[in-house]
């Protein structure tokens, strides 16, 4: 299946780091949400409210994929803040928020950069 990212206006999550999301999310939902990026799990994202909020659908453990909605909510101390749901049993801040995350932040530097790929605080960079 292919993958659909419309991602304009979300250039907020380009500063959010891994540590960021590990903090939020927890290390081993960082851990397995590269690994939903990596295996294309992230089927779309789409932006809303001029890119303060990410709708994203991950493919997950059943059939019928998750859907996620993260909303940026500002900066506090130069750094992104934002909070994730999802339809998945954990329903915050889990391992599709975390992958949505990535992807996106992920899309967005290959935009900007397309030679480069990952992301600013990307550890296998």
Known sequence: MERAYDVRGA???TRVTDDAIARACGTPALERGQGYV?????RSVTTGDQGRMLLGVVAGGRPTP??????SDG??????????RCSC?????CKHVA???LA??????????????????????
């Open 11 to 13: 250039e907020w999550v």
């Open 38 to 42: 990596d295996a294309e799990r992230v």
């Open 66 to 71: 998750y859907s996620t909605m993260i909303a």
């Open 75 to 84: 900066d506090l101390d130069g750094e992104p803040r934002w909070s994730g």
């Open 89 to 93: 049993p954990v329903t915050t801040s």
């Open 99 to 101: 992958a949505v995350l």
């Open 104 to 125: 996106v932040r992920e899309e967005l530097v290959e935009q900007a950069d397309p030679g480069r790929g990952g992301g600013p605080s990307c550890s296998r960079c």
